[in-house]
C-alpha cells in the first residue's frame, strides 16, 4: 500500500497538485532580481518631493552650510594666506623670498621664527569673522540666482552658470569687503614691536586721508577735481578690481565644479564615483560624488578660477594697502596697474601665483566638498 492511500497522510505531489487547481487562472510572475543597493528600486526608498529654494529653511540651511564651509576651507589654508598676502603686496622685509617654492617655505620659516605659530594664522580672527558671512552670502546667492536663472534642465547652459556664479561672487563681496580690508591690513603688518589691534586698525584706516588730485585750469593753474577723502570709504580701497575679479572668479569656479560634476556623474563611470541617495535626499538631486571625486571637482575649479582672476587680485592687494605704505594716496586701477608693470613688468601681474595655486586649490576644493556633505546632511 502506498503512503499517499494512507488516511491522514497527504502527498506532497498531491499538496502542489490541489493548490494549482485552486488557482487555474493564476500566472507565473517573471523572477525580479534583487536591488544591489537601496537607490535601484525607487519603490524601496521615498522620496521628498523638491524643496523650495525660496522658502527660509532653505534659505538658513544653505547660508549655514556655506558659511561653515568657507570657515572650514580658510583655516586648512591660513599659513600659505598670510604668506601669499606679503608676497602680493610687496613687503619689503619678504621679497628676497618671492620667486620659488623654496622661498615660500623660507618665508614660513620666518614668520614662525619671529612669532611663533600664531604668526602663520595673524589674521585669521578677522578672516573667519569675514569668510563665514561672505561664504554663507556666496552659496545662498547662488543657490537663489540659480533658481531664477535655470528654472529647470532645458535651460541649464554654461553660460547661465557663469552668469549665476559671477553675481553671487559680487554679491558677497559687496556686504563683507570692509573685512577684507581689515584682514589684509592685519596680515600685512610683519614687525614685532608695532603690532595693531583689530580696534586700531580700523581707527587707522578710518583716519587715513587721500591727497586731492588736480589737473591744470584753463590758464595754467591747477585745479583741486577730487577732494580729500577719509572714513568709511577708506574700507572700500580695492574695491572696483574686486568686483571685476570676482566675475571670472566666482563664475568660474562655481561653472568649473558643475561641470565637472556632471562629467564625473556620467553613467559609465558612475559607480565609481557617486554614492547612493541618502533616503531624506529631495526628488531631482543629483546623487553625490565620492569623496575623492568632489574634492577633484573642486580643486579643478579653484585652478580655473584662479588663472583668471589672478592679475587683477594682485591689483586689489596693491590697492588694500596703499595707506599702509607710501603716502596714503588713493590709488586706481590703472596707476596700480602701471606702477605693477614698471616694478617687474607682466610678471608682477603673476607674483605669487603658485603659492596661489597651493591656496586656491585645496581652498575650494575644502569649500565646495564640505558645502555639498553639510547640503545632504541638512537634506537640502
Not at 98 to 111: P, R, Y
Not at 114 to 131: E, K, M, N, Y
Not at 169 to 196: C, M, N
Not at 240 to 265: I, N
Request: proline share 7%; hydrophobic share 40%; charged share 20%.
Amino acid at each position: 500500500m502506498s503512503h499517499a492511500s494512507l488516511p491522514g497522510v497527504s502527498s506532497p505531489q498531491i499538496g502542489r497538485d490541489t493548490t494549482r487547481a485552486a488557482r487555474p487562472n493564476a500566472t507565473a510572475l517573471p523572477a525580479k532580481d534583487p536591488a544591489v543597493c537601496p537607490t535601484d528600486d525607487e519603490a524601496q526608498v521615498p522620496r521628498k518631493p523638491p524643496k523650495n529654494k525660496r522658502s527660509l529653511d532653505y534659505v538658513w540651511r544653505s547660508g549655514v552650510a556655506g558659511g561653515l564651509a568657507g570657515c572650514a576651507a580658510k583655516t586648512v589654508v591660513a599659513p600659505l594666506d598670510r604668506v601669499k598676502i606679503l608676497f602680493q603686496s610687496h613687503n619689503p622685509h619678504f621679497i628676497k623670498y618671492t620667486g620659488s617654492w623654496l622661498g615660500v617655505s623660507e618665508a614660513m620659516k620666518a614668520i614662525y621664527q619671529q612669532d611663533g605659530p600664531t604668526g602663520l594664522f595673524r589674521g585669521h580672527s578677522a578672516t573667519l569673522l569675514r569668510i563665514f558671512p561672505y561664504a554663507a552670502i556666496k552659496f545662498l546667492a547662488y543657490e537663489q540666482i540659480r533658481a531664477i536663472v535655470i528654472p529647470n534642465k532645458e535651460h541649464e547652459t554654461p553660460f547661465r552658470r557663469l552668469i549665476s556664479g559671477s553675481l553671487a561672487g559680487v554679491t558677497s563681496v559687496f556686504f563683507t569687503y570692509p573685512l577684507e580690508v581689515i584682514r589684509v591690513r592685519l596680515a600685512f603688518e610683519t614687525k614685532k614691536d608695532s603690532r595693531s589691534s583689530l580696534r586700531s586698525i580700523c581707527k587707522q584706516i578710518y583716519g587715513e586721508q587721500q591727497k586731492p588730485r588736480t589737473v591744470a585750469g584753463p590758464v595754467g593753474e591747477s585745479l583741486p577735481v577730487v577732494p580729500a577723502r577719509h572714513g568709511l570709504t577708506n574700507f572700500y580701497r580695492g574695491f572696483s578690481p574686486t568686483l571685476l575679479g570676482m566675475l571670472p572668479y566666482a563664475g568660474m569656479s562655481f561653472l568649473t565644479h558643475d561641470t565637472a560634476g556632471d562629467l564625473l556623474r556620467h553613467p559609465k563611470i558612475a559607480k565609481w564615483t557617486t554614492l547612493p541617495q541618502s533616503e531624506n535626499a529631495p526628488a531631482g538631486k543629483a546623487a553625490p560624488l565620492r569623496s575623492w571625486a568632489e574634492l577633484f571637482a573642486g580643486g579643478v575649479a579653484g585652478l580655473v578660477s584662479q588663472t583668471a582672476s589672478y592679475p587683477l587680485e594682485v591689483i586689489r592687494r596693491r590697492m588694500q594697502v596703499g595707506g599702509a605704505v607710501g603716502d596714503g594716496h588713493r590709488m586706481r586701477i590703472g596707476e596700480t596697474a602701471g606702477i605693477i608693470m614698471r616694478e617687474r613688468g607682466l610678471r608682477g601681474f603673476f607674483v605669487g601665483l603658485t603659492i596661489g595655486y597651493a591656496k586656491v586649490v585645496p581652498l575650494v576644493a575644502a569649500s565646495f566638498y564640505t558645502y555639498e556633505r553639510l547640503k545632504t546632511w541638512f537634506g537640502i
